[in-house]
T-cell receptor, first 115, second 112 residues
């Protein structure tokens, strides 16, 4: 079991470039989500998915797209990178049901810098 | 959106000392969670609290779910160097996707 994996670990982009942050989990979890972490602000939810084919917006969705074509994968797309998107991005997954509350697993993160 | 105020923002303590940090919210949560994050890693769950007034321990860690459901605290007893890291509180309301609202974090530094 690899848990939640994220690639790349580090990325530098120029303003206006697009890219996809990858997230995969091998625990057959229905719920997956993306957070960004900025200094002093904790983690903020960008987008989430409750199952394959279903996505919804979180607290800070602007500038990001997601899709969930399979249970395992939940990529995050930056359409036109901006310096304000410089952050550390975390993907998380959890199983369905009340028991899922205490078993949200986080990936190791992707550190993104937009110049 | 909901706001979680976590304090203190940072602490620098001597090994062996006890530590206390807390979170307050402008609105209620059904679940309070405490995570620890090491450098270069994602957050790892320490303690989960599901009922108002609940007091739960995990080794040297003790956390409580406030009666009003708007606050929680985390205590660490007899701190050791490996306790160093950033501690986050998070609230959850059993909504779709198990979404979490995080506090700003408490950076703990322990002097041997």
């Amino acid at each position: 079991n690899a848990g939640v994996t994220q690639t790349p670990k580090f990325q530098v982009l120029k303003t206006g470039q697009s890219m996809t942050l990858q997230c995969a989990q091998d625990m057959n979890h229905e719920y997956m989500s993306w957070y960004r972490q900025d200094p002093g602000m904790g983690l903020r939810l960008i987008h989430y998915s409750v199952g394959a084919g279903i996505t919804d917006q979180g607290e800070v969705p602007n500038g990001y797209n997601v899709s969930r074509s399979t249970t395992e994968d939940f990529p995050l797309r930056l359409l036109s990178a901006a310096p304000s998107q410089t952050s550390v991005y975390f993907c998380a997954s959890s199983p369905v049901g009340l028991a899922g509350t205490d078993t949200q697993y986080f990936g190791p993160g992707t550190r993104l810098t937009v110049l | 959106g909901q706001q979680l105020n976590q304090s203190p923002q940072s602490m620098f303590i001597q090994e062996g000392e006890d530590v206390s940090m807390n979170c307050t919210s402008s609105s209620i949560f059904n679940t309070w969670l405490w995570y620890k994050q090491d450098p270069g890693e994602g957050p790892v769950l320490l303690i989960a609290l599901y009922k108002a007034g609940e007091l739960t321990s995990n080794g040297r860690l003790t956390a409580q779910f406030g009666i009003t459901r708007k606050d929680s605290f985390l205590n660490i007893s007899a701190s050791i160097p490996s306790d160093v890291g950033i501690y986050f509180c998070a609230g959850q309301n059993n909504n779709a996707g198990n979404m979490l609202t995080f506090g700003g974090g408490t950076r703990l530094m322990v002097k041997p």
